[in-house]
């Protein structure tokens, strides 16, 4: 049964923690502009073959509410940006959480890979309403390699991928509703395109990062990771274990606020601290819904309470 976060509680919060708390600030993190390296597939499953995922890692030192994002890709030459069709967001931990250790893997390896499973309260999908995108068509583009079907489990996942490949690179601006709140952690960042009579190439970036966000010190950028369905729940390194060399970012980046002095998730005070912390950070609880992006104070509530939940 879902818990209402009551606006008694939510005016004497509001109140008792107005003078202590930390301001919210924005957030964004990009891993830079596309480097023509490599274009990876991340498409659902539909008409022009299985779910294949791609998938790359960043870090929230602090609460944070995300509320766009954008990534580059590359779509068949002589589409237009209206092609794209359908875009989904899934967020991963890095495993071992959310995952079964106890079952052997069919990969090399699955140390700093993303999780078996997606956190469910954080997917986001245009089919269903819960985010909108614009496709922006840049510029004619080439990728000296990719990574479309030979996704295989060990021993032949290595296939040096599939040749280069020309299109029509384009940036796809989204908009989450509801936002993703997010305690601080290491996630992994995993978007789709279904792109009509095509498919969505999730365009590299460098890595290390040169023009985009350094991670935080002490924190190590991980490689990019794919799997389709054949070879769900594991993942491979497209690098390492596809390529056979190197490792690669891949082209996205985040936008939002950080919430300072946030509750704690699945602490019993975790609801009215963060309700205290989003209030004061943003001049009251319906300043905090608009300016976080929430389409209502119930929408802010129910934000609240599976943040808490996570």
């Not at 939510?10 to 480097?35: H, K, N």
């Not at 499973?117 to 999908?125: C, F, N």
């Not at 601006?173 to 305690?183: D, K, Q, S």
Request: aromatic share 8%; glycine share 10%; hydrophobic share 40%.
């Amino acid at each position: 049964m879902r818990t209402r976060i009551s606006v008694t509680m939510l005016t004497l919060a509001f109140a008792a923690y107005f003078a202590a708390a930390a301001r919210a600030d924005r957030f964004s993190i990009s891993t830079g502009s596309p480097d023509g390296k490599l274009g990876a597939l991340s498409r659902p499953a539909g008409s022009e073959g299985l779910e294949t995922e791609t998938a790359d890692d960043f870090v929230l030192t602090q609460a944070t509410v995300v509320s766009g994002a954008t990534m580059h890709g590359l779509i068949p030459a002589g589409a237009g940006a209206s092609s794209v069709a359908r875009v989904e967001v899934e967020i991963y931990h890095v495993f071992p959480l959310d995952s079964d250790t106890g079952r052997t893997a069919s990969v090399p390896t699955r140390t700093n890979s993303p999780s078996d499973v997606e956190i469910d309260a954080a997917t986001r999908d245009s089919s269903q309403g819960t985010l909108s995108f614009t496709a922006t068509q840049i510029s004619t583009f080439t990728v000296l390699n990719t990574v479309i079907n030979g996704i295989n489990k060990a021993p032949t996942q290595t296939t040096h991928g599939e040749g280069p490949a020309t299109g029509e690179q384009v940036e796809i601006a989204i908009t989450f509703n509801p936002p993703l709140f997010l305690p601080a952690g290491h996630y992994f960042f995993r978007p789709e395109a279904e792109v009509s009579d095509g498919n969505f190439l999730f365009l590299s970036a460098p890595r290390p990062i040169t023009s985009g966000t350094p991670f935080p010190a002490g924190t190590t950028d991980l490689q990019a990771w794919i799997r389709n369905a054949n070879l769900s729940p594991d993942w491979l390194r497209i690098g390492t274990d596809i390529i056979g060399a190197g490792s690669f970012n891949m082209t996205f980046s985040l936008a939002g606020n950080t919430i300072p002095e946030a509750g704690t998730p699945g602490q019993a005070n975790c609801q009215g601290q963060t309700v205290s912390a989003v209030a004061n950070g943003f001049g009251g609880i319906d300043a905090s819904a608009s300016s976080l992006g929430y389409s209502s104070v119930d929408a802010l509530q129910d934000g609240i309470r599976l943040f808490c939940e996570e």
